[in-house]
């Protein structure tokens, strides 16, 4: 199963959980003395969604959006219409026609609590296209936020379904990377011996393009006019395939930093990372200084 983040909104209200399950906690110790403690817990709980959520902010604050055409290659950020690559594929628990989907499934036990029992993530890749050109889009790993997030419950289990839809716009942060066209790593020595070592299979036609005085054999003169030619077929090949359009495509970076994905464009998640931010800082401050002042 691939383990990849969702909708980041789900981990600060765990954290607000977090805060919950720790006023529970300390109520049933009922002695003041461990009031300060769960206060501090508190505090840490909430400086650490408040890195979070800033460092998610900073990142699409820090980046600027980019024509695909145009976009430099390594961490950018882009915009477009998404669109399926061939069909789009089917969402796990509805069926409906998406370009990715998360799901989960928990079952309610007797005394109330909820396990999970399945889940998963797609990564079919799909694309996403602006005015200029196309990239296509590896979400293996990205973490996804979406309006498209439903929660119902049916018996003793709940279902949770997120999906990206074909032909809504779609925000993507992350590494950006040509293939082919002008930014094609070539290597025209090894591409040479390549070619030499497939003329060698076929002597026939070796020998009757390259053996000059027809004695049977392709003497040193004669072999290193065959590599010669062969070189010049390489760079021949090369200058046509840097000259073609290459595929751009946007995934993980390598390095770990954010690959995010949505269906949100980039003022209203900085809003929405903004509050939550805001909000962590509030709780983090007041946590502490209310901790501070019952010791």
């Not at 820090?62 to 024509?67: Q, V």
């Not at 930014?183 to 011996?193: F, I, K, P, Q, Y």
């Not at 060698?200 to 036609?205: E, I, Y």
């Amino acid at each position: 199963m691939q383990i990849t983040s969702s909708v980041f909104n789900v981990r600060n209200w765990l954290n607000g959980g977090a805060h919950f399950c720790i006023i529970a906690v300390t109520a049933q110790f009922d002695t003041p003395a461990a009031w300060p403690t769960a206060l501090l817990a508190m505090s840490a709980v909430s400086f650490a969604a408040w890195i979070g959520n800033y460092r998610r902010l900073r990142r699409i604050t820090d980046t600027p959006l980019s024509h695909i055409a145009s976009a430099a290659q390594g961490y950018v950020e882009i915009a477009g219409r998404a669109e399926a690559q061939s069909a789009p594929i089917l969402s796990r628990l509805t069926s409906l026609p998406c370009l990715w989907y998360q799901f989960e499934i928990h079952e309610k036990s007797g005394d109330d609590n909820w396990t999970l029992r399945d889940s998963g993530t797609s990564d079919a890749p799909f694309i996403v296209r602006d005015a200029t050109d196309a990239c296509v889009i590896d979400p293996h790993g990205a973490e996804v936020v979406t309006s498209h997030d439903e929660t119902w419950t049916s018996g003793n289990y709940r279902y949770i379904e997120r999906l990206l839809l074909p032909r809504e716009r779609i925000y993507g942060l992350g590494e950006f990377a040509t293939v082919g066209g002008a930014n094609s790593a070539l290597d025209a020595e090894a591409d040479t011996g390549a070619l030499l070592s497939e003329w060698k299979r076929k002597p026939a036609a070796l020998l009757e393009r390259f053996d000059l005085d027809k004695n049977g054999n392709i003497d040193l003169k004669e072999w290193e006019l065959a590599r010669r030619q062969a070189r010049r077929e390489v760079e021949a090949s090369h200058r046509d395939i840097r000259a073609g359009n290459g595929t751009h495509t946007l995934s993980k970076p390598r390095d770990d930093r954010l690959f995010l994905l949505s269906n949100y464009l980039p003022d209203r998640l900085q809003s929405r990372y903004t509050r939550w931010a805001w909000g962590h800082a509030i709780v983090c401050i007041g946590a502490s200084g209310a901790a501070v002042a019952l010791f």
